[in-house]
């Protein structure tokens, strides 16, 4: 059985409420964190997105739950401390109807879940990849943040999966801009420099995305965030896709494009190895 | 308490998983029934869009819920039979990440809830609107059926409590073509035609609208699906606003322009009437 502990405003209960937000209208956010050997990777980045999160969609941002996180790690089992943990943050439960209760106690979830388990080829000698036929919305106020509106992306899944062979799918929105992979954020080396989409209109930005940059920017290496459509991300001499899940996977074909894995990638796996010593 | 039934496939459950889907990435759909007398209203177009819903998105559609239905609203106490049924189906626990597992269970939520009361004179004089600066984003695969990713709407009706005096909003997608209202479906009498958005790209056919449309067919009433720029509907001599729950509420005042209730409107309003007999 996962383990699971939910709490409202700073009270354990012992179950969720049908009746929450969450559920009702997808009204909160989530973080996936990667734990490995009962230590949060890239823990900051998460508590970050999660506190703009939380700005951006007008939900309470409780420092009461870095503690009940701590408290959830020390739970674990000493034999499973390797796996993700799913913390989620709902409006809680308030009477039927959109408007939310200012009053109402946010919700809490913390669960946790099975590394997940990916061959290390794709790591090292990459993956292939398809054009996603389905865009994604465009919708800035919800772009950049890991709301629990996420049918597009299930959607997404379901169609990749019946692309043969292809880990993972290049994502355009309704204007045929790049945004992401259906799981990932993407990035490209065009005209020889790195560079990934803005998501100012859509798509999430992933806490590797965020730890990348910073990186890159510390040892001046520049990236350019800018709009990217379809056709330019063709000409790309490089391409990889990331998440603080499995790291960064190269793209080694795309339709009848071959590619061999590059320098600036090769630089970019260094770069985030730190955070995947222990990977599977 | 309210009242909760919730059931894992055909099997009552005691309480909800807080890994259910419907939570996770809101993953499922909703109907809400506005029952009088113990009687559901509308029942046959809800359960329409429930089926519509799921084909949409995968999910299976179980003959069970009818029973389960039925049985719920014979539970009810014999004083508080004038309510609203949230009838809600999610695609069930399973593993985490996006991809749906196809054995998984569909959840089958219950939940009853106070009726809605609004003022009478929101039916007979009129309301006030506002046009909402927060676009609807496009997304055809998501279009017209009820899905649990609402967190548009919950941003829009937080907007629109900030308009003072104003009981709904117009909310345009974002190639500014008007959508629906915040809660509500749209229609509006231009060029002496009456005109309702046709909601191909965003928004929810509801269940009012729907059988408003059945209606006005059969009365060889001609409606023009189309369409409708807010530039055009500006030009309205007639608009009105309408869902399940409350009937229809015609438009007397948006910004500087004042409507009196028109013809059509009062035409429509007495086609619904047999569904608001009850209505508080």
Redesign the interface.
Known sequence: M?L?R?WCGDQLVA?????????????GV?E?IRVVSGRPVLMEYHWARLSASCVQ??LPDLPFWRLAFATFLTELKPDSKDG?V?L?V??GVS??????DPNALPTL?L?W?AP?EYPSEWSTAGIEITQMD?P????P??AGIK????????????DL?TAPGCQEGLVCD?EGYVVEG??SNVFAVINGQLTTPSLGR?GVRGVLREALLDALMLQNIPVNIRDIDAKEMATATEIFFCNSVYGIWPVARWGNKTWQVGPLTRQCQLIVSPWFVNNA
């Open positions: 996962t699971v939910i179950t969720l409420s049908p009746l929450d937000r969450g559920l009702a209208y997808g009204d989530f996936t969609l007008g993700i799913r989620q709902t409006r009477q039927r109807g959109y408007l939310p979830i669960s879940h997940s389905m994604l919305a465009i919708q106020r919800l709301h629990l509106n996420r049918l597009e992306q299930v959607l997404l899944r379901q999966s309704t259906v799981f859509c």
